[in-house]
């Protein structure tokens, strides 16, 4: 998928949830002070900081297509990689604060009797977000972005922290208001390990990841197959963002012309970009194979 359909694409799931996210803190905040939930009101306003973290991944789906310029050779792809790292420290804080207001809570016998009105608003927010995650997250593999799927995961965090506003509602209206902080507790757990998973595989992105060994014996087959390749002597990628650059040096006949050795390359590119959308870039190295190394090739 080429730069401007992928902007397309992750500009309008972006401005989908934005939508939701400003439906929902508006939702649960007033139906939290009509019944009086507190646990409503705050899952409220975390719904708000969905707002200012999904304008964040709107920029980076932006940024991150940008065209490569003078200052940014390969492009702008490490600002989705940002942003999800920004994501998984949100969660992690989201995390933190959680946990701790629900030990709080415990600890200081802050329990109360929410009406039946507070229901509503949590089964409408638990519903719009588990939708929220499965359309961002497909959306997100469509188009092959890591803030997107960052964001999904962000979505059913909120799932989750609604559903244990909900479980205390509910244990409150039965009358184990217990239940209400310790569902919370275990909820700020979930978000934690989800968090932890994130910022884990963002951050070796950000380093420089390569292909796997599985993808890079896969794109040693293709290029074996292009008539005049020799030999395949070494295969190094790293992706930047969605995309993946290749750094190929292979050995062609060494009787063969310049221009020959050129046209064997520009062969191997064009396979290799044939099967993987993403190989934006393929560096060919060509060198000339030994007489041995020549016969080896052309007996195999």
Request: aromatic content about 6%.
């Amino acid at each position: 998928m080429d730069r401007i359909k992928r902007t397309e694409e992750g500009r309008k799931v972006i401005y989908v949830t934005l939508t939701a996210n400003i439906f929902l803190a508006l939702l649960k905040i007033t139906l939290g002070y009509l019944a009086a939930s507190a646990a409503l009101v705050a899952d409220g306003f975390h719904s708000f900081s969905d707002i200012v973290t999904t304008l964040g991944v709107l920029m980076a789906v932006v940024i991150s297509n940008q065209p490569p310029d003078e200052e940014h050779h390969y492009g702008h792809g490490q600002a989705e990689h940002l942003a999800a790292t920004g994501l998984g420290l949100i969660l992690l804080l989201t995390a933190f604060f959680l946990g701790r207001d629900m030990v709080l809570r415990i600890a200081g016998g802050d329990l109360t009797f929410p009406g039946r009105l507070a229901l509503v608003g949590i089964a409408l927010s638990i519903a719009v977000k588990e939708i929220l995650y499965h359309y961002v997250r497909r959306a997100g593999e469509k188009i092959d972005s890591s803030a997107l799927r960052a964001d999904a995961w962000h979505h059913r965090s909120d799932a989750f922290s609604s559903l244990a506003a909900g479980l205390g509602i509910i244990g409150a209206r039965l009358g184990f208001s217990l239940l209400d902080p310790l569902a919370g507790l275990v909820v700020s757990l979930l978000i934690l390990r989800v968090a932890y998973q994130m910022l884990r595989q963002e951050l070796v992105r950000l380093l420089g990841r390569g292909p796997d060994p599985e993808k890079i014996e896969n794109i040693r087959a293709v290029i074996k197959e292009v008539e005049g390749v020799v030999d395949i002597n070494e295969i190094k990628g790293l992706y930047h963002g969605p995309e993946l650059y290749l750094d190929v040096k292979i050995t062609v006949p060494s009787h063969i012309s310049v221009a020959a050795g050129h046209d064997i390359a520009v062969k191997v590119r064009e396979e290799v970009q044939g099967v993987y959308d993403e190989a934006q870039q393929v560096l060919i190295h060509v060198d000339p194979a030994e007489n041995q190394s020549e016969e080896a090739g052309e007996n195999g």
